[in-house]
């Protein structure tokens, strides 16, 4: 999500008249929009401070986003910052670079739940990438004892349907043949004239011309079957899920505080692979939330395992101030984390080859999206496979039906079947 509010930003800006410069070319100003959800995301901010320090020494940096809004004056007091801004301030930027132009310097944060937070009409999301993130839907009303974005973002609310139908005719006008549904919890989405994430899609569908439709992460407790029929029959809508399990052994899943049991979500993914063919289901978990034993570990080990998933993405606890895991015990040592999250990523990576093999020999259509050092166009299927090919034609930003012929590590080979 992030990632569109950044480009909605660069579009507004563009619009008036401010000009987009490579990372590495000085600028007057640095914008950056940040991330609180781990202390590592948290570094990342500092690490870019320091870099537009460095790359742009007369020029002034403006922080957005999640961190601005947890540690305001933190960041105020770092060199060379000159104004912080909190999420309901991010659309509103060229507003306060007309003041920085005058000198104005200082913190601009408020309370989340009093503000309006998706673009505003005729602003794009469409950056410098080929797939459009189009954000539906921001806050969330749930209360994860590891989770800092409701604290943030604040509560759950929705985009109007007629301004998400807009900008994706928008996108659609210019070029972008796939756009991705995102929030913070998308799942909740819900408008006066939409009723619900499946509603939403299916008018996307009837009433855009956009080729390819993909939602992001998505709650195992709101996954609807309607959801699940129309991605079974609808070939346009990408076969492809990413439902966080965070964990695999009950009592920290109900330590986490999370709203579905490990026997809820086995059943849930089970029935949607057995429901969309081919379909790619993804997932989050987490290593070291206070109270893991290695037998919860193994626990969740088995589970994943035997499930129909083909990716993970893996996170080891990190303790967010303001948040219910704070005061739990048995906090688990670092060097466990690691060796925990080296585990599971090693399983991924076996989850992801044996997902890949599934389709040697069979095709894919693909979107490509670029050009890799070795020479290779790189793109996505549908389902969530990175496909190189080989090609003496531009690819970039076409659709083609390639045959997979073997997998290299985490993505597909294939040539090209029509060239």
Known sequence: ?????????????????????????????????SCAVTHQAEAKTRGAIAAARRISPQGKIMVVGCYAQLAAQELSNQTGVTLVLGNKEKYHIPEFLREMEHGQSGIYVTNEDQGYTFPPDGIVARGDRLRAHLKIQDGCDYRCAYCIIPLLRGRARSRNFIQILNEARMLDDLGFQEIVLTGVNLGTYSAENCVDLATLVESLLAKTRIKRIRISSIEPDLITDRLIDLMAKESRFCRHFHIPLQHGAEPILKRMQRH???????????????????????????????????????????????????????????????????????????????GRAEQLRNLGKSLKKRFLKNFVGRELIVLFEKKNELGLFEGLSDNYITVRVSSSQLLINQMRRIRINGVSGVIALGEIVDE
């Open 260 to 338: 579905y049991t490990t026997k809820m979500y086995h059943e849930l993914v089970t029935r949607i692979a057995d429901s969309i063919p081919d379909v790619c289901i993804g997932t989050d978990v987490m290593v070291g939330f206070p109270g893991e034993t290695e037998p919860h570990f193994q626990t969740m080990l088995h589970l994943i395992e035997c499930s129909p998933l083909a990716y993970l993405q893996v996170f080891r606890f990190s303790a967010r101030p303001g948040t219910s895991a704070v005061t739990l015990s048995n906090s688990v040592p670092e060097y466990i984390k690691k």
């Open 1 to 33: 999500m992030n990632h569109s509010e950044s480009d909605a930003v660069q579009d507004e800006l563009q619009k008036f008249g401010w000009q987009i410069v490579s990372p590495n070319i000085p600028a007057d100003v640095t914008i950056i929009n």
